[in-house]
């Protein structure tokens, strides 16, 4: 009971915080709460509901192709929807271990083809098939893996089928996609990019990248199974008002499960990948078991399940990449997640959308951050959670502004599945 008071109280803090900020930092958009039509104030409800959506629109016309990008290991499998004639490009970055197919970017990429748009997505540069793929080394390193996704844009403009059919390119990312989103536009700033990047907007990327590490660490319990968490929350119907009230601590666990299911297989995958670099490199090791036994993988998997996103990063990350080069320090891996300075590095046009209650992100965390940047570049949500809004009709309208247009192009796209009660 102490801590469920204590949590109302911080978030409440947050909240009070956000809004004094918010009237000191004048070029800090804001959404009214009418105007967003996400009806639960609840940040973990929103979050967990969110993922977990069944019945979303999905695109008509992505196909899967086959990139042979420079410079990588294999082809890479990316998803596009192409358009007939001329068009806008928007290219969808995923968040930390997500595919390609997910429900975020179909329902988007449904939306941007019913506006008449061209859209590719591929899986996260944190994933295991596009490390696979690229072998760019142990992810993590956010500098260098927005070269890597500036690569992969670079060979989809050059392909026959694409070439010469896009007027301008435009980046959305999603969480870890959005920081990544980020760095692109740094590049761009620096005219570091081979192609000429229009606009960014970034949903949900996290504040800050070492803050939300350790949160999603401490969200973290053995308190419920997986066979529970599953039960619970997979079948949620996303109804409001809400029939059922959720236990919050293990909401916070069904949060980190989720990630760290996704963070095994990758850690396992990128420990073993990268094992002659790491000797070579002479660099600590997590201690996954070594060998040759007919279960091997299951035991590595079962130790990598154990590790948590601090350990991997200080563990793996951090080892390999300072090992490559010296200037990758574990403080300039973790300050490049570090929105406020990244935004000033950031061009014109330029979008950053924070939810007033993303669980990802420390009590105070948004108000810290329109205190740094008065650029005029963050849209602050009052409710929604981490990506717990997206299928929010103002989501809808927000994405369809990339470029600027609100225009026909909004007004002609057809209504989500989904709709809520405002």
């Keep these: 009971m102490e801590r469920t008071m204590m949590k109302k109280i911080q978030y409440a803090a947050a909240l009070c915080a956000v809004a004094l900020a918010m009237q000191t930092v004048v070029h800090a958009a804001t959404v009214d ?62 968040g930390t271990f997500a595919r390609a197919d997910n429900v975020y970017a179909n329902l988007w990429t449904a939306w941007l083809e019913q506006a008449g748009l061209h859209v590719l997505t591929f899986d996260s540069v944190m994933s295991k098939p596009f490390v696979e793929a690229s072998h760019h080394g142990v992810a993590g390193n956010l500098e ?8 992969v844009v670079e060979c989809f403009l050059k392909q026959s089928s694409v070439s010469g059919k896009v007027t301008q390119v435009g980046v959305v990312g999603i969480s870890y996609g959005g920081t990544l989103a980020l760095q692109l536009a740094k590049l761009g700033r620096q005219g570091a990019l081979p192609f000429k990047l229009g606009a960014v907007q970034a949903y949900s990327a996290p504040v800050s990248f070492a803050t939300s590490i350790r949160r999603l660490d401490s969200y973290f319990s053995f308190d419920y199974t997986k066979v529970d968490l599953y039960k619970t929350f997979y079948n949620l119907p996303r109804e409001f008002p809400m029939k059922k009230t959720l236990d919050r601590h293990m909401m916070e666990c069904a949060l980190s499960r989720a990630f760290r299911e996704d963070l095994k297989e990758s850690l396992e995958y990128m420990d073993a990948s990268f094992d002659a670099d790491l000797k070579g490199m002479r660099a600590p090791r997590l201690g996954l078991p070594t060998g040759d036994g007919a279960n091997l993988h299951e035991d590595r998997i079962s130790y990598a399940e154990a590790l948590n996103f601090g350990r991997y990063f200080q563990g793996l990350a951090v080892p390999y990449w300072s090992g490559r080069d010296a200037k990758y320090t ?22 950053v959308i924070v939810s007033a209650n993303d669980p990802l992100n420390a009590p105070g965390a948004v108000e810290g951050l329109l205190s740094k940047s008065g650029s005029g570049k963050i849209t602050v949500l009052p409710r929604g959670g981490h990506m717990g809004y997206f299928d929010a009709q103002w989501t809808k309208k927000n994405l369809l502004s990339l470029f600027g247009r609100r225009s026909a192009e909004t007004a002609a796209a057809k209504p989500a599945t989904l709709s809520y009660p405002r």
């Design 330 to 351: 574990a403080e300039r891996l973790l300050a490049a997640g570090e929105m406020a300075e990244l935004l000033s590095q950031t061009g014109e046009k330029v979008q």
């Design 33 to 94: 709460s009418a105007e967003l039509d996400h009806p639960w104030t609840d940040g973990l409800y929103s979050t967990i509901t969110g993922c977990f959506v069944q019945n979303a629109e999905k695109p008509g016309c992505a196909r899967e192709m086959k990139l042979k990008v420079p410079g990588f290991k294999k082809e890479l499998k990316v998803r596009a929807s192409l358009r007939e004639g001329s068009a806008s490009l928007v290219v969808i970055l995923n």
């Design 144 to 151: 260098e893996e927005a070269r890597v996704a500036a690569k």
